[in-house]
């Protein structure tokens, strides 16, 4: 019974190897589940065999011998396909940044036109007032340091007028 089922596995592998090789020289579907219906042999029994599913893997990376036109490597095809996603979420990106632009756009148009908004005149002035605003913070900032100088200077003074003041 032991010889029987080793008996099976042989010839099992046999196929396999020779459905690896057809389809190595055809430039048939090289992947697990192909070659495993190609040998007429479940998918199980290539992952069980270590061996049979390195050569599986090494035979579709591998292009295609004799001469003939190479055929387009699976590792090719992904790297195509990530390039291919990528460049589909950077202009996806781009989409979503230019309709983002024409709805802001647009809102400022139709906002303007109703009548609702703030005349552009109005706008200005606001503008401008918070800059003078910012002015006149600055310029107290400039104030109170150089109060704060003066009143050093003044209590310097005081300390000094008292010294000589105070001599024998």
Known sequence: MIEGKRADSARRRERVLKAIEAATKHGGDITVSGLARAAGVDRTFLYRHRDLL?????????????????????????????????RNKRLAARVRQLEERLSSQLGDAIWAESGLGAPVDIDQLQRRIALLEQEVADKQGELDERTEELEAARAANRELTRALNHRP
Do not use: I
Not at 69 to 76: D, H, I, L, P, Q
């Open 54 to 86: 390195e050569r599986v893997h090494t035979a579709a990376s591998t292009p295609v011998q004799d001469g003939r036109v190479a055929a387009v490597s699976r590792v090719s095809l992904q790297a195509d396909l990530a390039n291919a996603l990528e």
